[in-house]
C-alpha cells in the first residue's frame, strides 16, 4: 500500500483493533425510529477532479449559496449503523485503523443489498466498496486519502434559523465580489447544501474555489417523524484529491415551516488538505 498518497486497496486484517477502532458513534443517543436516504445509492461515488480551463489560482469571489432541495426517505433502507454492520468484520477494522479519529462516518447499500461505507477520520477519508464478480459483490476493497498532517480545521457553528434568502444570495465576503459556483457531483448536491445556514455552506464550499476541480459530493441523512416537529439528521462530505470539508448536522423543523425556519441544534464542520497523488 502507497502510505505517501491514495492508498489503494486494504483487505483482511493485520491486528486486532485497538479501543479506538470500536464502531463510530455519535455522542449523543440516535433516534428509536428512523426513515432514511441513501444519497446517490444506484451508482458507484466517482472522481471527476479535472481542472477547469482558463480559470485563475484564486479568484478573490463569494462561494454560491444554494436553495435547499428535496430530502426523500425509504423508510425500508437499513439505517448507517445496520449497513455498518454489514460490512465484513476484517473490513471494518482496517477502514477505522486507516480513518484515524473518526470525525464524520456513515454506512449505506445498494439497490442489491451489497453495503459501503465512507469514513473521513483525522488520518484519511476512507472509502469501502464491494467488488462485483459475475454480477455480484464477492468481497469488499476500501481505499484511503491522506489527510495532510496539521490541516485538520475543525468549526461549530451557531444553532438557531437560518437567515430567509431569495434568489441565490451571496455568502458574506467582500462587496461586490463575484459569485463562485463550484462544479458538484452529482448536482443535486446543491438541494442537500442548500438546507444548510449562509455561513455553513460558505465554510464547506470555500476551499473547494482555487482549485477549480469538479468536487465529488456525498451525503446521508435519516429523518424523525414527531407530532411536534421533523427532525433531521444530515452528514455531506465534499472532496477533490487536494481537500475535503464534512459537516454532521442535527434540526428540528415544525409542521408547515419551510426550511428556512428550521432550528439547527448541532453543527460541526471540518476542513483538511489532501495529501497530493
Not at 471494518?92 to 447499500?109: F, H, P
Not at 457553528?157 to 437567515?163: E, H, I, K, L
Not at 438546507?195 to 474555489?209: E, G, I, S
Not at 455531506?236 to 432550528?263: M, N, Q, W, Y
Request: glycine share 10%; charged share 30%.
Amino acid at each position: 500500500m502507497d502510505e505517501q498518497a491514495r492508498e489503494g486497496e486494504f483487505t483482511g486484517r493485520d491486528r486486532m483493533p485497538e479501543p479506538r477502532d470500536r464502531m463510530p458513534e455519535r455522542r449523543d443517543r440516535m433516534p428509536e425510529r428512523r426513515d432514511r436516504t441513501l444519497g446517490r445509492p444506484d451508482r458507484m461515488p466517482g472522481r471527476q477532479d479535472r481542472p477547469a480551463a482558463g480559470r485563475g489560482e484564486d479568484p478573490g469571489g463569494v462561494t454560491q449559496i444554494h436553495e435547499p432541495g428535496s430530502l426523500p426517505v425509504d423508510p425500508e433502507t437499513p439505517d448507517r449503523r445496520r449497513a455498518w454492520e454489514l460490512l465484513p468484520d476484517d473490513v471494518r477494522a482496517k477502514t477505522l485503523e486507516k480513518a484515524g479519529r473518526s470525525l464524520v462516518w456513515w454506512a449505506r447499500v445498494y439497490s442489491d443489498g451489497a453495503p459501503f461505507a465512507l469514513v473521513l477520520g483525522d488520518r484519511g477519508l476512507c472509502r469501502v466498496q464491494p467488488v462485483y464478480r459475475d454480477g455480484r459483490a464477492q468481497e469488499h476493497r476500501g481505499e484511503r486519502v491522506r489527510v495532510e498532517p496539521g490541516s485538520l480545521r475543525t468549526r461549530s457553528f451557531d444553532a438557531g434559523p437560518p437567515r430567509a434568502g431569495g434568489g441565490a444570495p451571496s455568502a458574506p465576503g467582500r462587496p461586490g465580489a463575484p459569485v463562485e459556483r463550484l462544479a458538484l457531483d452529482p448536482p443535486e448536491a446543491q438541494g442537500v447544501l442548500g438546507h444548510f445556514p449562509l455561513d455553513v455552506q460558505d465554510f464547506l464550499q470555500r476551499p473547494f474555489l482555487a482549485d477549480r476541480r469538479t468536487v465529488t459530493a456525498e451525503w446521508y441523512y435519516e429523518e424523525t417523524v414527531e407530532p411536534a416537529h421533523t427532525g433531521l439528521f444530515v452528514l455531506l462530505c465534499l472532496s477533490t484529491d487536494r481537500h475535503v470539508t464534512a459537516i454532521e448536522a442535527s434540526r428540528t423543523l415544525e409542521p408547515g415551516a419551510t426550511p428556512d425556519r428550521a432550528r439547527w441544534h448541532a453543527l460541526t464542520c471540518h476542513q483538511a488538505r489532501l495529501v497530493p497523488r
